[in-house]
């Protein structure tokens, strides 16, 4: 079956990068697009971006452009989200999600990411 | 794209009809496959969200037929026709129209009255 298994709960300080993983597995992971979208807390979901698994190409929301990087390992089927210059309003729960011509039909646990001082 | 959800909030009784509407500031009806590229999901507390409908009106997978979508082009509603107690929960639509930035709504809280 379908499995997305992200990394575990991390906290940083403002200013700081963070790099979340997401495990793929019950899958051709080369065959399909990754999506990652965040959870503020309080707040709706918010689309971040996503990764082509099989030519690593990428597109991100202009609003993550020249902060986020999306990347892949094909050999072991992982995907990451790193995000740099952290601010206080980054914290939030991070979804990587399996696409589904453009929807996204299986997501990981999520990540929660915390930036405090 | 802006995806504007209503109402934010509302509460049903059991085995009642729940209504939600989404709006897009512009059409998601893509003319090469006459599909409207807009998806709901439902988000339950400490859960990542799951997939209940795409293309408008198709139902995903193992979704009860409770669940139904309907809307073309700017103006979508999602409906439960009979409100169980496991779908309190917050609603999402969203468009996939438009990459890379496959915008969702604000969210609509269902509750039980």
């Known amino acids: 079956q379908v499995q997305l298994v992200q990394s575990g709960a991390e906290m940083r300080k403002p200013g700081a990068s963070v790099k979340v993983s997401c495990k793929a597995s019950?899958?051709?992971?080369?065959?399909?697009?990754i999506h990652w979208v965040r959870h503020v807390p309080g707040q709706g979901l918010e689309w971040m971006g996503w990764?082509?698994?099989?030519?690593?190409?990428?597109n991100y929301v202009q609003k993550f452009q020249g902060r986020v990087t999306m990347t892949r390992d094909s050999s072991i089927s992982t995907a990451y989200m790193e995000l740099r210059s952290l601010r206080y309003d980054d914290t939030a729960v991070y979804y990587c999600?399996?696409?589904?011509?453009?929807?996204?039909?299986?997501w990981g646990q999520g990540t929660l990411v915390t930036v405090s001082s | 794209f802006v995806m504007t959800q209503s109402p934010e909030s509302l509460a049903v009784s059991l085995g009642e009809r729940a209504s939600i509407n989404c709006k897009s500031s512009?059409?998601?009806?893509?003319?090469?496959?006459?599909?409207?590229?807009l998806a709901w999901y439902q988000q339950k507390p400490g859960q990542p969200p799951k997939l209940l409908i795409y293309?408008?009106?198709t139902r995903e997978s193992g979704v009860p037929d409770r669940f139904s979508g309907s809307g073309s082009e700017t103006d979508f509603n999602l409906t439960i026709s009979s409100l169980q107690a496991e779908d309190v929960a917050v609603y999402y639509c969203?468009?996939?129209?438009?990459?890379?930035?496959?915008?969702f709504g604000q969210g609509t809280k269902v509750e039980i009255k």
């Open positions: 019950g899958y051709m992971f080369g065959g399909y697009y």
């Open positions: 990764i082509n698994c099989n030519s690593g190409v990428t």
């Open positions: 969203q468009q996939y129209y438009s990459t890379p930035s496959y915008t």
């Open positions: 999600a399996k696409d589904r011509e453009g929807v996204s039909d299986f």
């Open positions: 512009q059409s998601v009806l893509y003319r090469t496959n006459k599909k409207n590229h």
């Open positions: 293309w408008a009106s």
